[in-house]
């Protein structure tokens, strides 16, 4: 069996995405890509290397939206994200924004804002296309690494307001 066909839902609800990516300092960010990549070596055959493809997610991020873009046309689908946009937008938020001075830095856990119309297009494919199929609940181990991460955004935001 592909990965693509699972017992599970491929639906990522946003808020999810959201709250995954900044309690993990942007790091699920990179494993949603490589699993996406993964996704169409499978369901495409590709000749990619979904490693390499998530190492050089600034590279490659543009390439991963159009393929959602074509995949979910193909479909009968229609996409509205502006990808250009959507990708200069993770790159300000994702890599620019760690470096400013003062609290400014702290816009870059808002880099998940630039994949949440994907996945919003994505989720209304992913439930039309198997609406029986039920969506993964959370680990143990999903919830505890939750947990340790927003402790640890919660120490970081703490100390970032009381040293200013």
């Not at 490693?51 to 509205?80: C, E, I, V, Y």
């Not at 250009?84 to 880099?111: K, Q, R």
């Amino acid at each position: 069996m592909l990965d693509y066909e699972q017992n599970y839902s491929r639906v990522i609800p946003v808020w999810k995405f959201a709250l995954f990516s900044i309690v993990s300092l942007g790091l699920y960010q990179m494993y949603w890509n490589y699993k996406s990549w993964k996704f169409f070596k499978e369901k495409d055959n590709l000749e990619v290397s979904p490693f390499w493809r998530t190492f050089f997610m600034p590279l490659f991020l543009s390439s991963l939206f159009d393929r959602f873009s074509d995949m979910l046309k193909a479909d009968g689908h229609q996409t509205n994200y502006p990808t250009p946009l959507l990708i200069f937008m993770w790159v300000i938020l994702y890599t620019c924004c760690p470096y400013a001075e003062g609290s400014i830095w702290l816009a870059s856990y808002l880099s998940f804002l630039a994949f949440t119309p994907v996945l919003s297009d994505l989720n209304v494919y992913w439930k039309e296309k198997s609406p029986e199929i039920p969506e993964k609940s959370l680990t143990a181990w999903q919830i505890i690494l939750l947990i340790a991460g927003i402790l640890f955004f919660f120490i970081i935001l703490l100390g970032t307001l009381i040293l200013e």
